[in-house]
Antibody, heavy 120, light 106 residues
Framework: QVQLVQSGAEVKKPGASVKVSCKAS????????ISWVRQAPGQGLEWMGW????????NYAQKLQGRVTMTTDTSTSTAYMELRSLRSDDTAVYYC?????????????WGQGTLVTVSS | DIQMTQSPSSLSASVGDRVTITCQAS??????LNWYQQKPGKAPKLLIY???NLETGVPSRFSGSGSGTDFTFTISSLQPEDIATYYC????????FGPGTKVDIK
């Protein structure tokens, strides 16, 4: 069965960086992209971007350009999202999700979420 | 970026009621729209893709329709387990989510 398992919660100071991992299983990793979505406490969903696991191409949300980097390791079927220069308003639950792909642009499987807290 | 609006922002309905949520895009997005359900403390779950296609395993009481700028999501008979926040998502240009509609039981 398809599973996306994310790394554990993180507490970071303002200005630091965080790197969240998302290990995929149960499907051919390179056949799908991995999208990243975050949700601040009590707020809605915010799309951060996605990476093609096939060729590493990325597409980032404009507001995060220059601070976010998404990568994949096809040998371990793991995707990573690194966010730099953290601010308090980056405090959120970060989700990875499968898709898009040649089969469609929907995100059909999601990780369990990783809480990142930015606090001095 | 394309802006998405949803209405209502919240609603309260009785078990068995028909519930309708609308989602409007700031420009034509054809049928490039998905609907997700999110329960508190959980990850979102895909319900409808490409505006009207029911995801495998999702109960048939959920449905979606629309194209262009105006979309509708319907629960034909509200069940207690449907208490959640529902989000539309467009993927025509970059990706944006609607602000969500919180559904609870009256």
């Amino acid at each position: 069965q398809v599973q996306l398992v994310q790394s554990g919660a993180e507490v970071k100071k303002p200005g630091a960086s965080v790197k969240v991992s998302c290990k995929a299983s149960g499907y051919t990793f390179t056949s799908y992209g991995i999208s990243w979505v975050r949700q601040a406490p009590g707020q809605g969903l915010e799309w951060m971007g996605w990476i093609s696991a096939y060729n590493g191409n990325t597409n980032y949300a404009q507001k995060l350009q220059g601070r976010v980097t998404m990568t994949t390791d096809t040998s371990t079927s793991t995707a990573y999202m690194e966010l730099r220069s953290l601010r308090s308003d980056d405090t959120a639950v970060y989700y990875c999700a499968r898709g898009p792909s040649a089969y469609g642009d929907q995100n059909d499987y999601w990780g369990q979420g990783t809480l990142v807290t930015v606090s001095s | 970026d394309i802006q998405m609006t949803q209405s209502p922002s919240s609603l309260s309905a009785s078990v068995g009621d028909r519930v309708t949520i609308t989602c409007q895009a700031s420009q034509d997005i054809s049928n490039y729209l998905n609907w997700y359900q999110q329960k508190p403390g959980k990850a979102p779950k895909l319900l409808i893709y490409d505006a009207s296609n029911l995801e495998t395993g999702v109960p048939s009481r959920f449905s979606g329709s629309g194209s262009g700028t105006d979309f509708t999501f319907t629960i034909s008979s509200l069940q207690p387990e449907d208490i959640a926040t529902y989000y539309c998502q467009q993927y025509d240009n970059v990706v944006t989510f609607g602000p969500g509609t919180k559904v609870d039981i009256k």
